[in-house]
T-cell receptor, first 113, second 114 residues
Framework: EDQVTQSPEALRLQEGESSSLNCSYT??????LFWYRQDPGKGPEFLFT???AGEEKEKERLKATLTKKESFLHITAPKPEDSATYLC??????????????FGAGTRLAVHP | DAGVTQSPTHLIKTRGQHVTLRCSPI?????VSWYQQVLGQGPQFIFQ???????GRGNFPDRFSARQFPNYSSELNVNALLLGDSALYLC?????????????FGPGTRLTVT
């Protein structure tokens, strides 16, 4: 069964203190791994898609990397506006449709001034 | 361009009642998926529709049903509501479903069942 586990559940950082969020996955053939940002009471906002091990993508202070078993979301010099829940999701070969995403529970990030 | 829109924003229903949630995808997108997100958890897949046909179904009871209209908008229906159906219901749209494509989520409908 396809599964996604995110750690830590919650992370508190000081402004400027860089860190990484982890997403471990088990999937029968990875089609793609997605990172989303979700603010309280709102829908997830798309950040990145990674397709194969070794791939990296960057956007402002965020950098996502992918290995065969996990993905990392690196946050460099975070600002308070980066505070949100970060969700990781996978799409597998046998997930039951191209668009079915399996999500982790997310990491709640709080960045304090 | 407008993003994914959902209505209503909030809804309060009583156990046993029926509810209909609506979603309009991004212009040009033909695929709509529905997800349920319980507080503190990640979204869970309910249905996917493409060109008005059901293309995927998650592990939800038959009380949940959906359909897609010729203009690609979609409805999610839930019958015989239970307290456990209280959640944020999210709609996601994508251009098609023939490859790995980004899905864009709407703001969600917050359903409270009392």
């Amino acid at each position: 069964e396809d599964q996604v586990t995110q750690s830590p559940e919650a992370l508190r950082l000081q402004e400027g203190e860089s860190s990484s969020l982890n997403c471990s996955y088990t999937v029968s053939g990875l089609r793609g791994l997605f990172w989303y940002r979700q603010d309280p009471g709102k829908g997830p906002e798309f950040l990145f898609t990674l397709y194969s091990a070794g791939e990296e993508k960057e956007k402002e202070r965020l950098k996502a990397t992918l290995t065969k078993k996990e993905s990392f979301l690196h946050i460099t010099a975070p600002k308070p506006e980066d505070s949100a829940t970060y969700l990781c999701a996978v799409q597998g070969l046998f997930s039951g449709g191209y668009n079915k995403l399996i999500f982790g529970a997310g990491t709640r990030l709080a960045v304090h001034p | 361009d407008a993003g994914v829109t959902q209505s209503p924003t909030h809804l309060i229903k009583t156990r046993g009642q029926h509810v209909t949630l609506r979603c309009s995808p991004i212009s040009g997108h033909k695929s709509v998926s529905w997800y349920q997100q319980v507080l503190g958890q990640g979204p869970q897949f309910i249905f996917q529709y493409y060109e008005k046909e059901e293309r995927g179904r998650g592990n939800f009871p038959d009380r949940f049903s959906a359909r897609q209209f010729p203009n690609y908008s979609s409805e999610l229906n839930v019958n015989a509501l239970l307290l456990g159906d209280s959640a944020l219901y999210l709609c996601a749209s994508s251009f098609w479903d023939r490859s790995v494509v980004e899905q864009y989520f709407g703001p969600g409908t917050r359903l409270t069942v009392t």
